[in-house]
């Protein structure tokens, strides 16, 4: 007992140590801060108007007057302007410098507010050799111009614009399966099987040969030695998380996904993110349908409301309409059709679209836009041709030919999400099982439960949302065929 006390009272005198030293570095954070007096320019508000305030950032415009010089700073956090105004004696100021500058704020005649500086200081020369900044002031470059300057296009206020968006629309949907009791899982890159069973995949091996052939197993090919077989970028975490959602329930994952397409479309990337969905217990089609529309209005519904000005900016850059006019579909339900019924639409309206009308080899993209913009509608696509989809889905009841499987179309990209019904059934998986993928028909063996589940490409979604055409424009550092810089 007296042992047992000592150690107690020990404990809690070290933890008073603690404490008081971690209290006294938030004091002296707090301290910093307050001596720092650093602001964001988004946070800078009518309340502060007459203080003395710090801002540091990238100078994006100047314009000389007699006496003073005007110029914008933006630090990335907003892509409101914000106007600086110094002596003109003060500092030799160029387009793309980054600099810190401290002074009043006030509000000037155009009821703006503004910084009065009173000191400025440069932290990072924009050295310019040839006298010619890549990106022109009060112009909004081309995309594919600015695409050849990669590693700068953060320069750019409308690129800003993508990758602030982008960044909520990460935290917005994390926020939303939270909400929902789904468990995040990572699931992993590399991989030994081809999900989707297209074979348009990446082969994974060290580049080292000495490697190699130190590795060599007897009767394993010598490319395959470091694994014993081969291995694959993966093009999609969905049988590793079908794996977690039958022991945890409802699972999701947002990781990156590889597709070796020599596709040079607007909509296709070599290196994408996805996010996938497992839902348990799920053993009919709307109840798939139901989520996946609950999910895209919430999460359109709070990105908007966060990022409108952004989205607006990005809209005006490209001079598109209104997000209002876009967005329209967060008013109405989403329609579910049998693909044969779109078949059906589409022979009425042949003369519509160029691009042949396959029944076995799904929609082109002309069709796909064409059934949305004719029904006025995203639409939900399902029951498709057991021929056409992976071996996962499940078969529709009451016909061995079609499978549970839904593609959503949505206006200006087409397909935005892809999912299905996965076949639960322990023999009529066996049937149609690829070999090495053993222990995916095992899941039915042991406590099998009905799932369903689907993947949403996060770049379409932001075309989507902000009206860019070119898919390699909403990623930071965009992988497609001939093209892998940085």
């Known amino acids: 007992m007296y042992n047992t006390l000592i150690r107690h009272l020990n404990f809690f005198n070290k933890t008073g140590r603690c404490l008081r030293y971690f209290s006294c570095r938030i004091e002296n954070v707090k301290d910093l801060q307050e001596t720092d007096n650093k602001i964001k320019i988004k946070h800078i508000s009518l309340d502060k108007v007459g203080s003395n305030l710090t801002v ?41 410098q980054s600099i810190e500058a401290q002074g009043l704020l006030q509000i000037n005649p155009k009821n703006e507010l503004e910084l009065k500086a009173s000191s400025v200081k440069i932290l990072g020369n924009c050295n310019i050799s040839d006298g010619v900044y890549p990106f022109t002031p009060k112009q909004v470059p081309d995309p594919e111009y600015v695409r050849s300057y990669l590693h700068i296009r953060t320069h750019v206020n409308f690129m800003r614009s993508v990758f602030r968006i982008r960044h909520h629309f990460i935290k917005i949907i994390h926020d939303f399966m939270y909400e929902n009791d789904f468990i995040q899982i990572s699931t992993p890159i590399l991989t030994t099987n081809d999900c989707e069973g297209g074979g348009e995949i990446f082969l994974v091996k060290p580049n080292c040969r000495t490697l190699l052939e130190n590795m060599k197993k007897q009767g394993i090919p010598i490319e395959e030695s470091y694994f014993d077989k081969k291995t694959f970028l993966s093009v999609s975490g969905q049988l590793h998380l079908e794996a977690m959602c039958h022991g945890l329930g409802d699972t999701y994952t947002l990781t990156p996904a590889f597709r070796a397409e020599n596709s040079k479309s607007p909509l296709h990337l070599s ?33 908007t409301s966060i ?27 989403f329609k579910i059709m049998d693909y044969s019924e779109t078949l059906r639409i589409l022979a009425e309206n042949r003369e519509k679209f160029k691009t042949e009308l396959d029944p076995e080899g799904g929609l082109s993209k002309e069709q796909e836009l064409l059934l949305v913009e004719l029904m006025q509608s995203p639409i939900f696509i399902i029951n498709w041709p057991k ?25 200006k990209v087409g397909e935005l999400v892809g999912g299905s019904l996965r076949e639960n059934d322990y023999e009529t998986l066996k049937e149609r099982l690829p070999v090495g993928l053993e222990w ?47």
């Open 56 to 96: 540091k950032g990238w100078v994006q415009n100047i314009r000389k007057m007699k006496k003073d010089i005007f110029f914008d700073i933006d630090d990335g956090s907003t892509c409101k302007k914000f106007q600086v105004i110094i002596p003109k004696s003060e500092k030799k100021l160029h387009v793309g």
């Open 271 to 303: 290196e994408f993110y996805m996010f996938e969905a497992e839902l348990a217990f799920c053993d009919h089609i709307e109840i798939l349908t139901n989520f996946i529309e609950k999910m895209i209005k919430t999460v359109t519904e709070r990105l």
């Open 307 to 333: 990022c409108e000005e952004d989205i607006l900016n990005c809209r005006s850059a490209l001079g598109l309409n209104n997000i209002n006019e876009q967005l329209k579909y967060l008013e109405q339900d």
């Open 387 to 411: 021929t056409m989809k992976p071996f996962y889905m499940r078969i529709v009841d009451n016909d061995p030919f079609k499978v549970s499987g839904v593609d959503l179309l949505m206006p």
């Open 440 to 486: 995916y028909l095992e899941l039915r063996k042991y406590g099998s439960i009905p799932t369903g589940g689907f993947g949403l490409g996060l770049e379409r979604f932001l075309q989507l949302i902000t009206g860019i055409k070119n898919i390699r424009d909403v990623i930071n550092f965009p992988r497609y065929p001939h093209s892998c810089k940085m």
